[in-house]
């Protein structure tokens, strides 16, 4: 015998299933819509937030098996023994690079040939890379070249097709190391490209690409590379036996075996905490352009969920009175979102999944060491899960809580529709008022709160996506913020050897009408603590000085003074006004830091790591120098191409000044960052302006369906319809207006506060951002936007018979 309750249970599923039968024949149309707006949001979702996760992870995901380097040192000497190095217990593995370049033969911008590896460590016990396409290159052949990830995109081919290596001459390099020269006259090889390899040292640049020769290159030529006798020389790349706790032990055993203080030592863990911020930044950002549309979502799928539910409700109102509990007839309006959910939930993972091809964005892809499709289980389940859940809830919630409306529950008042009366304003315009800020109960009630929050989140999103857009722009264009204040240097030697007509160059290059300032700079390596390297230039001009970028304090003026980049300052963890010990090869001597800023970019250091002190300051600490160069600013008005090919010539006439190389520096690599996520903001602010337009449209035409009785007795009572046209613009002008009043200044606030706290942690120098014309225009064209919104919304109530409408309710 069956019992009552499982009677009663087949019943309720029978009905379920019918009732759902019915809803899928009947409303087929929106349901599908339905699971498109839910397939489109749940995918723009999912994917930013796999793409965020996956663009965070890209570099640590990198080091993972490719057995990275711990350090690189620097001691740029010709004929280093590095025999003696390996022999350290302190190190596991050595691999060789040779500071001498050749030259890729190519009319492709942004190639270039890598550092020659010296040994055959390269690839196999050092920076054991991810192999892209092809294979590694035989270390005996040196016909056989690998390249990084960039470069098929910039040279149209890949592995299988040649490439020309044009090597130096031995009287080319005797004469002078320049790693980047051109136009070499050496011997040519015909090389083919067998590999396309990605490890955390041999990553492009962006927009760039590179060209790595085998070790049977330097094996074979190696004079070309060190000339005869040698000047060039051979760095390396180190992993330690421990990893970074290991780095105090090893700096000084080198300094020991080599009686050495002053050899420059990079640290990985420095560079990984580089990536690891800037890929967080670009992470954070589309967690940010997630969320928004996932506000957008809410307010835009959740009304169409809430009107599905509520229209569901209203039709079960015969069966409430057959004995259909309030639960099961809540549980039953949900069952078609539901479904809709489930479709479109299925749809937006898959669509989610398909556009992982294309992530992660920015600096992350240049890390990324598997690219194309990639499943993220935790993030496409997880949030297809949640879409189903949120929206079944939804649709269950309001269909609750329209099943336990109180009909008599008083509505509450405006005090701003209170005002406008006691003011006499027009009936149309308090009316508007009414419909904007009052509920209302009942049937006719109105979702007034999600149009004003819709209206000034829009507000406040677009302007502070746009004043934050503005700094962005700004640093995106603007080498200063990166403490880049010159156009051009010149480069007058290395190892403690420049060339005699650095002085008369230095004059007649600030003789140039259209210089404005030169500062010379020489450049050493000191210690700081046990593992710290520290940049320094030593300045000196012979008439206006280079514009410094001081974040804090001031520029050295003393000898015994200095300036530090930010991020050295922070990781040494001084401030202005205190004092820093610095050993170099003269000895340990303090320095008093008297600003905090940035310093030139170098190939021994970033704008934000080293220090700057005078000329005497620079000589109370170093014998020689590793570099001695001059930073060169142009006037305003000069073009700087025109000046730099004038001072150019101006040298090539001085003896001995066509040895000076005059050159533009490259654009910081922050800058180019920084470019990465420049259409994110905008894209953000196109979101938040999608969930003010759709907020303040479903309010409108909410109001036009819900109050027609309303409005059918006012033009009873004798409004005509231009006035009934009137309620509707007042109310989209009342929502567009209360947006204003709280999104400009929260909008133009909250957009500062974000730049700053980027600004802080890129670093870059923060200069307030101004997004002047969106401050101009946000307020016309909310109110123009609000009011084309209500032009159909007022069309439409002046369509109804009055009587028709009053004869039916």
């Not at 590694?136 to 040196?142: C, G, K, V």
């Not at 009630?445 to 302007?463: E, F, I, K, N, Q």
Request: proline share 7%.
């Amino acid at each position: 015998m069956t019992r009552p309750g499982t009677r009663a249970g087949t019943r309720a599923l029978t009905l379920h299933r019918v009732w759902l039968g019915l809803e899928v024949r009947r409303r087929w149309r929106s349901l599908a819509v339905l699971a498109l707006l839910i397939a489109f949001v749940t995918g723009t979702v999912l994917a930013a937030a796999a793409g965020a996760r996956r663009g965070a992870s890209a570099y640590q995901r990198l080091l993972v098996g490719t057995l990275p380097a711990d350090i690189v040192v620097l001691p740029n000497q010709p004929d280093f023994d590095w025999d003696r190095i390996r022999a350290l217990p302190e190190v596991a593995a050595v691999s060789t690079f040779v500071v001498g370049g050749f030259d890729v033969k190519t009319d492709k911008p942004g190639i270039y040939a890598s550092f020659p590896p010296g040994d055959a460590e390269v690839f196999r016990t050092v920076e054991r890379p991810v192999l892209l396409a092809g294979r590694l290159f035989d270390p005996a052949r040196e016909d056989e070249v690998v390249v990084s990830a960039g470069y098929p995109a910039l040279a149209g081919e890949g592995v299988g097709s040649r490439v020309t290596l044009q090597l130096p001459t031995v009287e080319e390099t005797s004469g002078g190391i320049n790693p980047m020269a051109t136009g070499l006259r050496g011997p040519t090889i015909e090389a083919r490209v067998v590999g396309v390899v990605r490890s955390p040292w041999f990553t492009d640049p962006l927009g760039s690409g590179f060209v790595v020769g085998s070790p049977a290159l330097f094996a074979k030529y190696a004079d070309n590379f060190l000339g005869s006798p040698h000047v060039g020389y051979v760095n390396a790349l180190v992993r330690l036996n421990g990893g970074d706790a290991t780095i105090p032990a090893f700096k000084a055993a080198l300094a020991r075996v080599t009686g050495q203080q002053n050899i420059d030592v990079w640290r990985r863990s420095d560079t990984t905490a580089h990536y690891d911020q800037v890929l967080g930044f670009e992470a954070a950002a589309l967690l940010a352009f997630a969320v928004a549309a996932l506000a957008a979502a809410t307010v835009l799928v959740g009304q169409s969920v809430a009107r599905y539910a509520t229209a569901t409700v209203a039709e079960l109102d015969s069966l409430r009175s057959m004995g259909l509990t309030r639960r099961r007839a809540a549980a039953i309006a949900a069952m078609g979102p539901a479904l809709a959910a489930v479709a479109g939930a299925v749809a937006g993972c898959f669509a989610a999944y398909l556009s992982s091809a294309w992530l992660p964005i920015g600096t992350a892809a240049q890390f990324e060491p598997a690219p194309g499709l990639r499943l993220d289980p935790p993030v496409l389940l997880g949030g297809g899960l949640a879409a189903i859940a949120l929206v079944t809830v939804a649709a269950w919630t309001t269909a609750w809580l329209a099943l336990h409306l109180n009909p008599a529950r008083r509505p509450v008042r405006s005090a701003i529709v209170t005002a406008a009366k006691r003011l006499g304003l027009p009936v149309p315009v308090i009316v508007g008022a009414r419909f904007a800020l009052e509920r209302g109960r009942g049937p006719a009630a109105l979702p007034v709160r999600p149009a004003l929050l819709g209206s000034v989140t829009g507000v406040l999103g677009v302007l502070a996506a746009f004043t934050f857009a503005g700094g962005v722009a700004d640093a995106a264009v603007n080498p200063a913020r990166y403490g880049q204040t010159y156009h051009a240097f010149a480069f007058f030697g290395l190892g403690g050897q420049s060339t005699p007509a650095t002085g008369a160059v230095v004059a007649a290059v600030a003789a140039d009408p259209d210089v404005r300032s030169i500062t010379e700079a020489k450049v050493g390596v000191a210690q700081a603590g046990d593992d710290i390297s520290v940049t320094l230039y030593g300045y000196r001009s012979p008439g206006a000085p280079i514009d410094q970028v001081v974040v804090s304090g001031r520029i050295p003026r003393t000898p015994d003074e200095a300036l530090l980049g930010v991020s050295t300052a922070r990781r040494l963890n001084v401030e202005v006004g205190e004092t820093v010990t610095l050993t170099g090869p003269r000895g340990r001597q303090p320095y008093r830091v008297t600003g905090i800023g940035f310093v030139p970019t170098g190939s021994h250091n970033e704008y934000d790591d080293g220090g700057v002190i005078s000329f005497d300051g620079f000589d109370r600490l170093f014998d020689s120098y590793k570099f001695h160069l001059a930073l060169i600013a142009f006037g305003a008005d000069a073009d700087p191409e025109i000046v730099l090919t004038r001072l150019k010539a101006t040298a090539s006439a001085i003896p001995g000044g066509g040895d000076v190389d005059l050159e533009a520096p490259e654009p910081p690599a922050k800058l180019m960052e920084i470019q990465n996520v420049q259409p994110l903001p905008m894209v953000l602010a196109g979101f938040l302006a999608l969930l003010a337009v759709g907020a303040v449209g479903h309010a409108l035409a909410t109001a036009v369906r819900r109050r027609r009785h309303e409005v059918a007795v006012l033009r009873a009572l004798g409004m005509t319809r231009p006035q009934t046209r009137v309620i509707v613009l007042a109310q989209a002008t009342l929502l567009a207006l209360v947006g204003l009043a709280f999104g400009i200044p929260l909008g133009f606030a909250f957009g500062r506060v974000l730049w700053r706290v980027v600004a802080d942690s890129t670093p870059l120098f923060y200069q307030p951002p101004l997004a002047l014309w969106a401050l101009l225009l946000v307020g016309p064209a909310a109110l123009l936007v609000a009011n084309l919104l209500a032009a159909w919304p007022a069309h439409l109530h002046t369509r109804p018979r009055v009587a028709h409408v009053l004869r039916a309710e």
